[in-house]
Every structure is written in structure tokens, then in C-alpha cells.
């Protein structure tokens, strides 16, 4: 089948939320089983948060406690690594604006492949990802010049890109993390993975 004749799947996604991690474990996956692609977005909660006037579930003392616990529980669910971060949440901003300046100079598969090595450092290594040292380095490992990223994560133009992003996605009706959106019907979270399989093997239900 043809993918480039069916419509992309967006996933929006912060590299500082597991399910965002386990998510994108899975996405590509379940895509190509269905003729589609992946159109990742990399975006900041905390913005969207404040749009929809919420907070991270683990600012809240009587989700945090829970929240945690099922971090783990998903990734060993989907049979994935996972090691909770010594620091958690993080600032992500500069993680992201990589990922936009990769998209859109490198193409798709640098971008998902700077994803990829990005959340398993984070969730599996605890590389702290809003640490410019530790940055600079997974990058050099993950094969992209460490000092043209740098260079562009403290670029004008790669900070309004992120921007312009997470305004796309507040209008896009985004409110969390992973968030989907197939054929225009929106789909919140890792655990709507069955909903979306049957969405796209069956339509709309």
C-alpha cells in the first residue's frame, strides 16, 4: 500500500513524559501495519499545561505516588527498559529545538532517530537532557555534530520554531502527552493504542 496516498498520524510528544517514551516504542509499528506514517512533533507540556489550565499529575501529592508507580508498570507491560530519572520532570526545550532543526534540515528519519536516542537516555540511562554538558554529549553518541546542535538550539529561529509548534498544537485541541491525531479524531495517551488499532484497521467507530 501506498502510505504517501493516506494521511500521516501526528503524534505530539515531550521528551520529558514516559508515556511519550513507551509511545514511541510503539507508534511506527503500529503505523506501518496500517499503511501510514509518522509525523512526530516534539512539543512542551508545560506550555500546553497552561493553555488548558492543568498541571503535570505528578505535582499532585495524591497522583504522584500512583503516577510513578504505573510509569513502570506501562513500560514493563509493553516489555520495555525503563529506569525512573533522578530528576524528574525536566526542562526539555533544548532537546526539542534539536529535534525541529534536525526535521526540518535532515529530514524525517534524523529527527525520529534523535527521538529515539533521546527518550532512552533520558528513561533508561538517566541522561539528564536539560543538562547542556550531558546533551552535547548523547548527541556526539548518537551521531549528530554536537556543536552545530548547540549552536542551533540557541538559535532564533529553531526557539520561534518550537514556538510556532506548541501554538499549533494548543490549536490542535492538545492538552497532554502522547497525543494523537488520525484523520483528525484525537487519541490522548499511551493506553489508547487499541482504540487507535481498531480506528485504523476498521474507521471510525
Known sequence: MNTESRNPIDFYFDFSSPYSYIANEWIDALAARHGRVVRRRAILLGVTFQAAELKSPVSHPIKRDYALRDFARSARFEGLPYLMPSTFPIPTQNAARVFWWLLETRGAEAAADWT?????????????????????ALLAESGVDAEAAEAAWSDPVWKDRLKQANEQAIAAGVFGAPF????GEPFWGNDRKLQM?????????
Open 197 to 205: 488499532e481498531r480506528w485504523l484497521g476498521q474507521g471510525p467507530y
Open 180 to 183: 494523537f491525531v488520525i484523520d
Open 116 to 136: 529515539r536516542s533521546a527518550f532512552r537516555a533520558f528513561f533508561t540511562r538517566d541522561i539528564v537532557l536539560s543538562d547542556p554538558v550531558a546533551l552535547k
